[in-house]
């Protein structure tokens, strides 16, 4: 357990910690599809359900892996790939992308998420680390956030520390005066402490702590129960 009178910032994951993704992503994808359906028939057609456009999604990523951790870009050059595959404009890539990307900023918050929001920004600067591709202020919660990394900004993802120097140079305080919250076990929680930082792990659905060679962090089953903690 860490000493919460030490804590001078916290970072927070977004992504599966203040909504949840997977929903947010199929919705996005039915959106793509209806646009694909009006503007690229055959691509439509020939990927006729999100899950075949995940699936091309998936096999770009195979194929790309210097992209595998730049959503936005991977997103981008999987539409491509299909426009290019079903004989449409892959000039198309562009726009088919700014709709899918604006739907998924179209997050469904979990309860706890705005109420925890407020209550750890009026006590310290919060800033958010994600390896996703969601943009804060398109989803409205700018407010509560001093600033906002990912690897399309800083070109590193979790769990490379230097994206959480990132976030340290930002906030102007050293590793070992911020808090970092995240969903993932090892993206999170082992990530943020080998990187020097107090970490909680939020574990909302009661998970076993998966990594055997690494003890488990301080654990918390919701965003408000981090608030009461942290309050304590």
Do not use: Y
């Amino acid at each position: 357990m860490f000493d919460p009178s030490k804590i001078r910032a916290i970072t927070l994951d977004l992504d599966d910690t203040l909504w949840p993704i997977w929903p947010t992503i199929r919705r996005a994808e039915e959106v793509l599809l209806l646009w694909l359906k009006e503007h690229a028939a055959q691509t439509a057609q020939l990927f006729s359900t999100p899950e075949a456009l995940r699936a091309i999604r998936n096999r770009v990523e195979q194929e790309r892996p210097d992209l595998r951790h730049d959503l936005s870009g991977l997103r981008q050059a999987s539409i491509r790939q299909a426009l290019c595959q079903a004989g449409d404009d892959e000039n198309l890539a562009m726009p088919a992308f700014e709709i899918f990307f604006a739907a998924r900023q179209r997050v469904e918050l979990f309860g706890d998420a705005v109420p925890a929001l407020e209550r750890l920004a009026a006590r310290w600067p919060v800033v958010a680390v994600t390896n996703g591709n969601s943009d804060i202020e398109q989803i409205g919660l700018g407010q509560f956030f001093q600033d906002s990394f990912n690897v399309t900004r800083t070109g590193f993802a979790k769990p490379d520390v230097r994206i959480f120097h990132c976030a340290a140079q930002s906030l102007e305080l050293p590793l070992s005066a911020i808090l970092h919250v995240g969903d993932d076990a090892k993206l999170d929680a082992v990530a943020a402490r080998d990187a020097g930082m107090h970490a909680v792990w939020l574990n909302r659905s009661g998970l076993d702590w998966p990594i055997e060679e690494q003890h488990p962090p301080t654990t918390v089953s919701s965003l408000l129960d981090l608030c009461d903690l942290l309050a304590a």
